[in-house]
């Protein structure tokens, strides 16, 4: 496949949740975009979906929501902590905004974002890596490099090139983005999925050393994760990886145990290693990152995708204003939550707490989510109009 035009507003490498919903708000903005991703059209990730309110408010307003209970996402009502053998329940309030949360598959979160972009007239080239980013003679960046037909160089120039390529971004290195801030902790994370009943609930599972998850999603399955300190993992889990999870959930809560052997039949457990988080410069001379590609932050806060929406509309402001203090703006904005978030997942992906003191470094998460939510409901919504872009 090849684009169906040689120049766009905005080129956008990777297209999850970053990369589809920046496509998305530029479109329905009138923007033209090319969103280009290496992997096929609804494709797994290795990443885990619990969904935390942030995100839910930012799908709901996009009318994205409806759509993913349609595809069978289940609605979870309550969370529950488990500290040690100690367990606290918290309950959603539903309201409009916020009806309840989800933790939709990234097959159908993905998707449904890819087709919400599409129908506001997105074009998507899957299945295709960006090999380059290439700049003019001042060092401004005027588009990507793909394969074309027959496997031979293609060049799409672009206004903007967002880069929404996740961790490994390219579009980070080539144009030499920074590193701002650099986490220091990181946590191993291995999932598999098993049968759920309906109506199940979010658990966290603490205990000093160890951590675990149950998140239901589609196909009446949830994804039963353990986690453990990178260095741990890398100690206990090479030998064996599906017995060393099973020892953490049967620590965490012998009833875990025994739901995560039922494994769904065609469940592989999938695993990750650990990332320290980071924060990267987010824009420069025509590039401007978004997603995992500018700032990582450990899953166990279960926050990225909600990061990665908020970062898009923000973005989606930026790139429809065009100019330079716009972009400052952007990263400022991301910076000033960004921050926050990583310190206090840090706090909890550390390890270094106690039962005594995990609870209260997830009351700081907490509010740092609280004030994000509040801005977020008080941010300005993208508006359908098309400005010139930065030139
Ligand atoms: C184990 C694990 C569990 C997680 N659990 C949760 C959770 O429960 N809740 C939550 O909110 N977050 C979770 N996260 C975080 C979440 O997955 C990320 O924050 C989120 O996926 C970021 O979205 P993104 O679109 O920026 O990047 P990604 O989802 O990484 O997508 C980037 C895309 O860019 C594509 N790409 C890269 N390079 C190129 C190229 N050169 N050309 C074309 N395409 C390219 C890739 O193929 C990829 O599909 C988890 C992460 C991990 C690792």
């Not at 983005?177 to 650099?182: D, H, N, P, T």
């Amino acid at each position: 496949m090849i684009p169906a035009r040689s120049h766009y507003d905005a080129v956008i490498v990777g297209a999850r949740c970053a990369g589809a919903s920046t496509a998305m708000l530029l479109a329905r903005a009138g923007l033209s975009v090319l969103a280009i991703e290496r992997k096929a059209y609804g494709s797994d990730a290795l990443s885990t979906h619990a969904l935390m309110r942030p995100a839910v408010l930012q799908l709901v307003r996009w009318g994205l929501f409806k759509p993913l209970i349609d595809a069978g996402t289940p609605l979870i009502e309550t969370a529950t902590f488990h500290y040690g053998a100690s367990e606290t329940t918290i309950p959603l309030y539903a309201s409009a905004d916020l009806p309840g949360l989800i933790a939709p598959r990234r097959t159908v979160l993905d998707r449904t974002i890819v087709d919400a972009a599409r129908q506001e007239g997105a074009e998507f080239l899957h299945n295709t890596a960006v090999a380059d980013i290439f700049a003019d003679a001042h060092g401004r960046v005027r588009g990507v490099e793909i394969r074309g037909i027959g496997n031979v160089p293609l060049r799409v120039t672009a206004d903007i090139v967002v880069g929404a390529d996740g961790i490994g971004s390219l579009v980070a290195k080539c144009c030499g983005a920074q590193v701002l801030r650099q986490g220091r902790v990181s946590a191993a994370h291995v999932f598999a999925y098993a049968p759920a009943i309906p109506g199940a609930s979010y658990h966290w599972y603490f205990q000093p050393g160890m951590a675990a998850s149950f998140i239901p999603t589609n196909d009446g399955l949830a994804c039963i994760v353990a986690t453990v300190p990178t260095a741990l993992f890398d100690d206990r889990f090479r030998a064996n990886r599906d017995q060393a999870r099973m020892d953490v959930l049967a620590a965490l809560s012998p009833e875990l145990a025994t739901q995560a052997a039922r494994a769904a039949p065609d469940s592989r457990l999938q695993a990750f290693r650990g990332v320290p988080g980071y924060l990267r410069q987010a824009h420069g001379d025509g590039w401007v990152l978004v997603g995992d590609a500018g700032f990582f932050r450990d899953p166990i806060t279960s926050h990225g995708i909600s990061d990665a929406l908020r970062d898009s509309e923000s973005l989606t402001r930026a790139i429809l204003d065009g100019s330079s203090a716009a972009f400052k703006a952007y990263q400022q904005e991301r910076d000033a939550i960004a921050g926050p978030i990583l310190d206090t997942t840090d706090a909890v992906a550390g390890f270094d707490w106690t039962l005594g003191s995990i609870e209260e470094r997830h009351r700081r998460f907490s509010a740092v989510m609280k004030t994000e939510m509040a801005q977020l409901s008080a941010a300005e919504f993208p508006e359908a109009r098309k400005l010139a872009l930065a030139s």
